[in-house]
């Protein structure tokens, strides 16, 4: 009698038997873990510029009494980044003695309390300001009259007026 399986049969059918078997779990699933994680790193922020505030302009001419003098100004931010505009505010240079400083030498005897100042005409509070971009701020002079002082000392007199910005 011949045998039907014989020894190498055997082991060809079971390893044909395990391989479909491996293949059978092709779509087994895959086991894996998860993880979390995190890292800080830091960003450099910049300063705030400074305002650079220069006269561009002068027109017209102050009296006791009547005219007066416009002056306009460039405001610039020397910054990167945006700077908010808030006030303006405009002064006539005093000596420390009460005189207007006209060059930054003091006209004696004409004094800085006999001149008005009012901005005229600037950019609004609240305004951004972008890096290195430029505003113009307006101001105006006049010298009020005044019955009990002589203001003589005034005359030909070109006050130095400061415009300062917050």
């Given at each position: 009698?011949?045998?039907?399986?014989?020894?190498?049969r055997?082991?060809?059918?079971?390893?044909?038997?395990?391989?479909?078997?491996?293949?059978?779990?092709?779509?087994?699933?895959?086991?894996?873990?998860?993880?979390?994680?995190?890292?800080?790193?830091?960003?450099?922020?910049?300063?705030?510029?400074?305002?650079?505030?220069?006269?561009?302009?002068?027109?017209?001419?102050?009296?006791?009494?009547?005219?007066?003098?416009?002056?306009?100004?460039?405001?610039?931010?020397?910054?990167?980044?945006?700077?908010?505009?808030?006030?303006?505010?405009?002064t006539?240079?005093?000596?420390?003695?009460?005189?207007?400083?006209?060059?930054?030498?003091?006209?004696?005897?004409?004094?800085?309390?006999?001149?008005?100042?009012?901005?005229?005409?600037?950019?609004?509070?609240?305004?951004?300001?972008?890096?290195?971009?430029?505003?113009?701020?307006?101001?105006?002079?006049?010298?009020?009259?005044?019955?009990?002082?002589?203001?003589?000392a005034?005359?030909?007199?070109?006050?130095?007026?400061?415009?300062?910005?917050?």
């Amino acid at each position: 009698m011949s045998k039907i399986f014989t020894t190498r049969r055997r082991i060809a059918i079971v390893g044909v038997a395990g391989a479909a078997l491996v293949l059978a779990g092709g779509g087994a699933a895959y086991a894996y873990f998860s993880a979390t994680g995190s890292g800080t790193g830091s960003a450099t922020v910049g300063t705030t510029g400074t305002w650079a505030v220069t006269q561009a302009s002068s027109t017209g001419t102050i009296s006791a009494g009547a005219g007066s003098s416009v002056i306009t100004f460039n405001v610039e931010n020397t910054g990167k980044g945006d700077q908010q505009y808030a006030t303006a505010t405009a002064t006539v240079n005093s000596d420390g003695s009460g005189d207007i400083t006209s060059g930054g030498t003091s006209v004696s005897g004409c004094l800085a309390t006999w001149f008005n100042t009012k901005v005229t005409s600037d950019p609004g509070a609240g305004t951004n300001v972008g890096g290195g971009s430029t505003v113009q701020v307006t101001v105006k002079v006049t010298m009020p009259s005044d019955a009990t002082d002589n203001q003589d000392a005034c005359e030909s007199a070109t006050p130095d007026v400061t415009l300062s910005i917050s």
